[in-house]
Nanobody, 113 residues
Framework: QEKYVESGGDLVPPGGSLRLSCAGSGFSFSDEIMTWHRQSPDKARGWVATLFPVGATFYTDSVTGRFTVSRDDAKNTMYLQMKSLKPEDTAVYYC???????WGQGTQVTVAN
């Protein structure tokens, strides 16, 4: 049974940086396309980034140039490095493999003074 554990969320000021982690289990992590998503209180959950096993990455327009996704397959872990954070990045961040119907508990990122 696949499982996702997100961590690293925190309260940071605008312009700050943060690194999120996503630990996956119950599947062959290194073979899977992995994705990040986020949900704000007033919005539906939306896609943020995709990371292919060979390393190709894709980002939603609003985070391009500010967020970087990476993976450590030896640790079954994916990361989301976020910089130049904005208040509109405030959300619960989730990860899962592409095509999965399972969600983890997410990790809260709050960008505010």
């Amino acid at each position: 049974q696949e499982k996702y554990v997100e961590s690293g969320g925190d309260l940071v000021p605008p312009g700050g940086s943060l690194r999120l982690s996503c630990a996956g289990s119950g599947f062959s992590f290194s073979d899977e396309i992995m994705t990040w998503h986020r949900q704000s209180p007033d919005k539906a959950r939306g896609w943020v980034a995709t990371l292919f096993p060979v390393g190709a990455t894709f980002y939603t327009d609003s985070v391009t140039g500010r967020f970087t996704v990476s993976r450590d397959d030896a640790k079954n872990t994916m990361y989301l490095q976020m910089k130049s954070l904005k208040p509109e990045d405030t959300a619960v961040y989730y990860c899962r493999k592409h095509g999965s119907a399972t969600w983890g508990q997410g990790t809260q990122v709050t960008v505010a003074n």
